[in-house]
C-alpha cells in the first residue's frame, strides 16, 4: 500500500472521528457486539488460520487467542458504560465554588501493529480495548502469520467500515508509511529492536505509545517448591506455542540442591504432556518460518542437552529440549529464546539470584515456585518485572481483571479491561466554576487581607 493511500486512510478516520459518533457509548458497545458475533461466525476459519500459520490445535486456538479475545469483549461489554463516566474529585475550598471532575476522552486515530506469535488475540484485543474507548483504528497485522493477517482483513471488512476500523496488510515498506504517519496514539506489540524504532517515529509527532516487548522471563524454583507440581506447569507454559510465547518462562533459576529432581520430574512431564515423540503429536505446533528455526537451533547446545534437540526441517518442528548446567555466559541466555528450548541456571542462594535477575534487563514475566509465603513476598517485592505468578506460569495475562504490560526494557503501558480503556484515554481535568459567586482575593490590587484569607486556604 502506498503513502498516499495510507494517508487517505487516516484522513478520512480523522473526519470520522471529528463527527463524535463514537462518543456515543451505545455505539461503541453496538461495535463490539458486531465484533463479537463475527468472531463466533468465524470461529472455524480462526482455527485454520493458526493451524496453517502456527500448527496450533483447535483447543489451543480457543483456550489463548479466541475464547480470551471473546472474554475481553464480554468484560467491555459489561463494565464500558461505567469505565466512560466522568469522575467527581474533590475540589479545595479555595476553588468554592466548583465541581471538579475528570472526563475519559478518546485519543482519536489510533495504530495497532501486531506480532506473528499470537496473531489473532495479540490484533484484537488491544482492538477492543481501543473500540471501547471510543478511538477510531488502522491495524497492522503481521506478515510472518499471512493467513492469519488475511481473515482479519476479511472480518473486519465484515464488521465495520474502513473510516472506523481498516487493515493495512504488507511488511517493512507498510510499516514504515503507517510510521510516517501522525496518528493520535501508537499501540505495539513486537520486539524491543522494532519497539525501539516505533518509538523514534513516534517521537517525531510526539505520539503517546504502548509497547509490549519481551525480554528474558526468569522462573525461579526456590527449594521448598512442590516439584512435580512446578514441573507440571512449567512445561506446559514453556512449550505452549512451541515457546513463542512472550510471557513463556524464558528460563529456569533454580537452588542447586533441587535440580537434578527439579530435571527428572521436568523430563517426565515432557512425555506425560507431549509423548515420547513430540514430533509425531499432531497437537504439537511449529516454528513460524525458517529463519527462527535456524536461529533457535543455533541456541541449542547439545553437549548440554538433556532432553529433546531433535527438529524436523521440513515441518519446521524442534523437540521441547531441555539444558543443563547452563550458565548465563551462554548463548541461548544472551537472548529472549522465543523457542522450545529451556535452559537450567542454579543459584547458591536466593539473594544472589534476585541480585543476578536485578543486573538484568526488566523482564516482562517473572515465576516463582516455593511453599514459602515470605521468600514469595520477598521475591515480587525485590525483582523488578512487568508481572507474573507465584507457583503457575503465563495465567496472570488470561483476566481482564488485571492490567498486562512491561516494565523498562520489557515495554511502557498496559492494557486488559479497565487499563486497557485507559490507555486508548486522555482524561481530561476539569472544573465547573458556578458564576454566583466570585470570591476576589486573587485579583489585583493585591490587599494584606487578601492575603490573609490565601494562606488560610491555600496550606
Not at 458497545?29 to 468465524?42: A, E, G, Q
Not at 466548583?98 to 506469535?117: A, D, E, F, Q, T
Not at 529463519?291 to 547446545?301: A, P, V, Y
Request: aromatic share 10%; glycine share 6%; net charge positive.
Amino acid at each position: 500500500m502506498t503513502q498516499n493511500k495510507i494517508k487517505q486512510i487516516l484522513d478520512r478516520q480523522r473526519a470520522f472521528f471529528h463527527t463524535g459518533a463514537t462518543l456515543d457509548v451505545s455505539y461503541r458497545l453496538d461495535s463490539l457486539r458486531r465484533l463479537r458475533n463475527c468472531i463466533t461466525r468465524h470461529e472455524a476459519d480462526i482455527n485454520k488460520a493458526l493451524k496453517k500459520d502456527l500448527g496450533k490445535s483447535a483447543f489451543e486456538t480457543y483456550m489463548c487467542e479466541t475464547g480470551l479475545v471473546l472474554s475481553e469483549i464480554s468484560y467491555m461489554l459489561k463494565h464500558t458504560r461505567s469505565f466512560a463516566k466522568e469522575k467527581r474529585v474533590h475540589t479545595p475550598l479555595a476553588q468554592f465554588h466548583s465541581r471538579s471532575y475528570r472526563k475519559p476522552s478518546p485519543y482519536g486515530v489510533c495504530l495497532i501493529m501486531s506480532p506473528w506469535n499470537y496473531p489473532f488475540l495479540l490484533t484484537i484485543d488491544p482492538l477492543i480495548d481501543a473500540i471501547a474507548a471510543g478511538n477510531t483504528a488502522v491495524i497492522k497485522p503481521s506478515a510472518y502469520s499471512p493467513y492469519t493477517s488475511a481473515l482479519i482483513q476479511k472480518m473486519i471488512h465484515e464488521c465495520f467500515a474502513p473510516e472506523y476500523v481498516s487493515v493495512v496488510t504488507g511488511g517493512r515498506t507498510e510499516n514504515t508509511c503507517l510510521l510516517n504517519e501522525r496518528f493520535d496514539y501508537i499501540f505495539f506489540t513486537g520486539s524491543q529492536s522494532v519497539g525501539k524504532e516505533v518509538m523514534r517515529q513516534a517521537a517525531t509527532h510526539l505520539t503517546p505509545v504502548t509497547l509490549e516487548l519481551g525480554g528474558k522471563s526468569p522462573c525461579i524454583v526456590e527449594k521448598t517448591a512442590n516439584l512435580k507440581l512446578a514441573a507440571k506447569r512449567i512445561i506446559f507454559g514453556k512449550f505452549l506455542n512451541c515457546g513463542q510465547t512472550c510471557v513463556a518462562p524464558d528460563y529456569i533459576y533454580c537452588d542447586k540442591e533441587i535440580k537434578d529432581s527439579l530435571i527428572q520430574e521436568l523430563k517426565k512431564q515432557i512425555v506425560r504432556q507431549f509423548g515420547s515423540t513430540p514430533l509425531a503429536n499432531a497437537d504439537y505446533g511449529k516454528i513460524i518460518n525458517a529463519k527462527h528455526f535456524s536461529r533457535i537451533l543455533t541456541l541449542i547446545d547439545t553437549e548440554k542437552t538433556v532432553w529433546g534437540g531433535k527438529f524436523d526441517s521440513d515441518t519446521l518442528q524442534i523437540e521441547p529440549t531441555l539444558l543443563d548446567r547452563a550458565t548465563f555466559k551462554d548463548a541461548v541466555m544472551q537472548e529472549e529464546i522465543f523457542g522450545p528450548v529451556l535452559p537450567i541456571v542454579t543459584y547458591d542462594s536466593l539473594d544472589h539470584a534476585i541480585a543476578k535477575i536485578n543486573s538484568m534487563p526488566h523482564p516482562l514475566a517473572l515465576y516463582l515456585f516455593t511453599s514459602d509465603q515470605k521468600i514469595a513476598k520477598k521475591v515480587t517485592a525485590r525483582c523488578s518485572f512487568g508481572g507474573g505468578c507465584i507457583n503457575d506460569v503465563v495465567i496472570h495475562l488470561a483476566t481482564s481483571e488485571m492490567g498486562f504490560g512491561g516494565f523498562g526494557e520489557s515495554g511502557m503501558g498496559a492494557y486488559h479491561g479497565k487499563d486497557g480503556f485507559d490507555t486508548f484515554s486522555h482524561y481530561k481535568s476539569i472544573v465547573d466554576k458556578r458564576t454566583w459567586l466570585d470570591l476576589p482575593m486573587r485579583y489585583q490590587p493585591y490587599k494584606k487581607t487578601n492575603e490573609t484569607l490565601l494562606r488560610f486556604f491555600l496550606k
